[in-house]
């Protein structure tokens, strides 16, 4: 199960407003290091690809595991160029998507918010099967007739 509307907004706001606090930058830089697929909403998941690609820092070896550039200069830029121009993040992103960018997610935002957030991003639905659930336990009425023992 990926993240509904509101836990991927808050997320957002959480990556693009809280990144120069140093307590949270490290839940800031797992957050970008998740899979997309665990954004259910397509614009919201356009956002974090974009933030995830502007944000990633430069690796020198193919085994490096990814680092991020949360905080200063740069990501207050990727952040900006997003509002200004949301093109950049898709094409068929406006800037009413964009607009929650930047604003602080208030404070229920704290570090409980944050492990039922990545319980939800993982969090698998529980699949009924519904041929299961169809099917009748064979009756004697239903077995076909024996040959005479």
């Given at each position: ?5 509101e ?23 797992k ?7 665990g ?98 336990p ?12």
């Amino acid at each position: 199960m990926a993240l509904n509307t509101e836990f991927g907004t808050r997320m957002l706001q959480l990556v693009t407003s809280r990144y120069n606090h140093r307590e949270w930058r490290k839940k800031i830089e797992k957050t970008l290091s998740l899979s997309p697929s665990g954004v259910g909403d397509e614009v919201q998941r356009a956002i974090f690809l974009y933030l995830k690609h502007g944000l990633k820092g430069y690796k020198s070896r193919r085994a490096d595991p990814d680092s991020w550039i949360v905080g200063g200069y740069a990501t207050t830029e990727v952040i900006e160029r997003a509002k200004f121009d949301p093109t950049v993040v898709g094409a068929t992103i406006t800037k009413e998507d964009v607009a929650s960018l930047g604003v602080d997610p208030g404070p229920e935002v704290d570090q409980a918010w944050w492990d039922e957030m990545l319980v939800a991003w993982f969090e698998e639905p529980e699949t009924e099967d519904p041929a299961a659930e169809g099917e009748q336990p064979a009756t004697d009425s239903t077995l076909p007739p024996s040959s005479a023992l």
